[in-house]
Nanobody
Framework: QVQLVESGGGLVQPGGSLRLSCVAS????????MGWYRQAPGKQRELVAA???????NYADSVKGRFTISRDTPKNTVYLQMNSLEPEDTAVYYC???????????????WGQGTLVTVSS
């Protein structure tokens, strides 16, 4: 059973930084895109940043210049470095990865359980 486990969330003051990590475990044959989404109270889940297997990344406009996504392919891990955090960044952050499934003979989207980030003074 493949699963994603996030870590690194917590409480931080405005202007502070946090680094989220997400590790894929289980029998992993291949991972395509990996990304981070977030869902604030009362709002829909939205894409924060995503990174392709080759390293190409894209970001939501609201986090450009403040957040950086990276991945360690051999370790099946994706990171999200968040700087200059604002109260509006408060949300549950979810990791997502397109992982090859032998059973489905194709890539299947897998979600982590989420980690809470709270930006408050």
């Amino acid at each position: 059973q493949v699963q994603l486990v996030e870590s690194g969330g917590g409480l931080v003051q405005p202007g502070g930084s946090l680094r989220l990590s997400c590790v894929a475990s289980g029998t992993i044959y291949s991972i395509a895109d990996m990304g981070w989404y977030r869902q604030a109270p009362g709002k829909q889940r939205e894409l924060v940043a995503a990174i392709q297997n080759g390293g190409r990344a894209n970001y939501a406009d609201s986090v450009k210049g403040r957040f950086t996504i990276s991945r360690d392919t051999p370790k099946n891990t994706v990171y999200l470095q968040m700087n200059s955090l604002e109260p509006e960044d408060t949300a549950v952050y979810y990791c997502n990865a397109d992982i090859f499934s032998v059973e489905k003979a194709g890539y299947d989207g897998v979600w982590g359980q989420g980690t809470l980030v709270t930006v408050s003074s």
